[in-house]
Every structure is written in structure tokens, then in C-alpha cells.
């Protein structure tokens, strides 16, 4: 996948108009970040943490042990290596600019065992692989800022140990 080709699904939106009425859209690239609390330097800093070499090949092993259907672009599991090997470049690029947008979801009806049927979506492999690296920073992220926030109760910590006890209450 080139840069543009990572980009072709956001040209398509564009195209459409889907982004004109957004209320993100008139306001700006600041509008995201004032919202969120987050400056663009944090931001960027995050998303430099989901691209980092040592996340993806976590994602990438996770995404490969829990195996799974081909999306819409019908690629398979087993394929993905030589995609990345391939493609990558470009798809980081797009995430660290801000530019990269999922593929659609593949919908697949399962029938219950009650009658009827459940919609399941399948996004594609490489989507999962991304949808997993962003799981992984942002579950260290937030431990970290919870286990921050969180407070031990008065006399909790053993004075001769030094070791917390197992209470542990949030901060009001």
C-alpha cells in the first residue's frame, strides 16, 4: 500500500461531503486536541508509541494467535506478514499524520440458537493489527494514570515492610 493508498478512503469522504457538515471539521485540528485535554505533541507521542517496532510485533503476534476471518479485502491471516513487509511503511506514515482510515467492516450474520440471526463485523487484518497495538498502549496508559490516582487508605502500608496492603481505594 502506497502513502495515497492509505489514504484513498479519506479522499472518498471528503469527495462525498461526509466531512463538511462535522462539527470537528469547521473547527479545526485544534478542536480534537483542546477537547481531549491532550496538546498535538501528546498526541503525536502516543501514536509514536503505538507504531513503535516492539508494540506491533506483540499486535502482530497476537493478532496471528488469535487467528480469525479474512475482512473485506479477503486477505488472510497467514498473508500478513508479506503485507506488512510490503506495506507498512505507508500505513505508519498515515497513522503518524493522522491520516490513515480503517476499511470498512465485513458483516457476517450468525444464526442463534433461539432463531434469528447475530451480526457480527470482521474488520480486516491489518485493521485488527492496529486495533491491537492501540489496545495494548492505551491499557499501559491507562493503568498508569489509574494506578496515579489511586490512593492507599490511612494505615494501609506496613510500617516495618513498606509494602502496601491489598485495600485500595479511589481518590475523591
Known amino acids: 500500500m502506497r502513502t495515497a493508498e492509505a489514504e484513498v478512503p479519506a479522499r472518498a469522504a471528503r469527495l462525498r461531503g461526509a466531512d463538511r457538515k462535522s462539527s470537528t471539521a469547521s473547527l479545526g485540528a485544534e478542536a480534537c486536541t483542546a477537547t481531549s485535554g491532550r496538546t498535538k505533541s501528546e498526541n503525536h507521542e502516543l501514536m509514536e508509541r503505538v507504531v513503535?517496532?516492539?508494540?506491533?510485533?506483540?499486535?502482530?503476534?497476537?493478532?496471528?494467535?488469535?487467528?480469525?476471518a479474512a475482512g473485506v479485502d479477503e486477505m488472510p491471516v497467514s498473508e500478513l506478514k508479506d503485507w506488512l513487509r510490503v506495506h507498512w511503511p505507508s500505513v505508519k506514515k498515515a497513522l503518524l499524520e493522522d491520516r490513515y482510515l480503517p476499511r470498512p467492516v465485513r458483516r457476517v450474520d450468525i444464526p442463534k440458537p433461539t432463531?434469528?440471526?447475530r451480526t457480527l463485523g470482521v474488520p480486516t487484518v491489518v485493521d485488527r493489527?492496529?486495533?491491537?497495538?492501540?489496545?495494548?498502549?492505551?491499557?499501559?496508559?491507562?493503568?498508569?494514570?489509574?494506578?496515579?490516582?489511586?490512593?492507599?487508605?490511612?494505615?494501609?502500608?506496613?510500617?516495618?515492610?513498606?509494602?502496601?496492603?491489598?485495600?485500595?481505594?479511589?481518590?475523591r
Do not use: D, F
Open 52 to 68: 513503535e517496532r516492539s508494540n506491533i510485533r506483540l499486535a502482530y503476534q497476537r493478532v496471528i494467535e488469535n487467528k480469525g
Open 115 to 117: 432463531g434469528g440471526v
Open 129 to 171: 493489527l492496529i486495533q491491537q497495538a492501540l489496545h495494548q498502549v492505551t491499557t499501559a496508559v491507562r493503568s498508569h494514570v489509574l494506578g496515579g490516582q489511586l490512593r492507599l487508605p490511612a494505615g494501609a502500608r506496613s510500617a516495618a515492610s513498606g509494602t502496601a496492603s491489598a485495600s485500595v481505594h479511589p481518590r
